[in-house]
């Protein structure tokens, strides 16, 4: 299938702990996104990536960091985790332009206890 | 900084009713505006953008520069239309991905 994965669906784990979220995308797109939905359903942009630039939106705590090992993938490190990270966390991809689609992944639940 | 409003968290409407979906902006260039929809138990999806000026699945949104607003807009519901439906806006290239509205759940009754 063409589209953009996330593994796991769900993640449950205990506060303090550093756990990773692995996004893949084989759109052939050069721009991949996180975004994190809180309780409330409130969407918000973490970071966006190319293989030239990283824009960290400044509200995201360093303990969150983007990884992208080639063009198709952008994991989510978080390290010593907080109750407050308890969220969906959705990845995404483009290609570059303002006016572009974005399609996102199936989303990622993660429960900090 | 940009920002974008969505009034209503909930609007519920009867089936064969008009439907229109609020969504103001707050940006000093020119915006690319977006409706995102999330069905239930499915991942986010674009339903349309302005520059398209197209209709999809009944659904027209206009951009108004005057009044800074996007609302979507359908002259007669479905039922399957009831999902959460976001306004988004994307400046700077796109480099600095989506600010989304916070969401209104739209449910249509039968």
């Known amino acids: 299938d063409t589209a953009v994965s996330q593994t796991p669906k769900y993640l449950v784990t205990q506060m303090g702990n550093d756990k990773s979220i692995k996004c893949e995308q084989n759109?052939?797109?050069?721009?991949m996104y996180w975004y994190k939905q809180d309780s409330k359903k409130f969407l918000k942009i973490m970071f966006s990536?190319?293989?030239?630039?990283?824009?960290i939106n400044e509200t995201v705590p360093n303990r969150f960091s983007p990884k992208s090992p080639d063009k198709a993938h952008l994991n989510l490190h978080i390290n010593s985790l907080e109750l407050g990270d308890s969220a969906v966390y959705f990845c995404?991809?483009?290609?570059?332009?303002?006016?572009?689609?974005?399609?996102f992944g199936p989303g990622t639940r993660l429960t900090v206890l | 900084a940009q920002r974008v409003t969505q009034p209503e968290k909930l609007l519920s409407v009867f089936k064969g009713a008009p439907v229109e979906l609020k969504c103001n902006y707050s940006?000093?260039?020119?915006?690319?505006l977006f409706w995102y929809v999330q069905y239930s138990r499915q991942r986010l999806q674009l339903l349309l953008r302005?520059?398209s000026r197209e209709s999809i699945k009944g659904f027209t949104a206009d951009l108004n520069k005057g009044e800074t607003s996007f609302h979507l807009k359908k002259p007669f519901a479905q039922e399957e239309d009831s999902a959460m439906y976001y306004c988004a806006l994307s400046s700077g290239g796109g480099a600095d991905g989506l600010t989304f509205g916070k969401g209104t759940h739209l449910i249509i009754q039968p």
């Open positions: 940006y000093s260039g020119s915006p690319e």
């Open positions: 759109l052939g797109h050069d721009t």
């Open positions: 995404a991809s483009s290609t570059r332009g303002a006016g572009n689609e974005q399609f």
């Open positions: 990536y190319n293989n030239k630039e990283l824009i």
């Open positions: 302005h520059i």
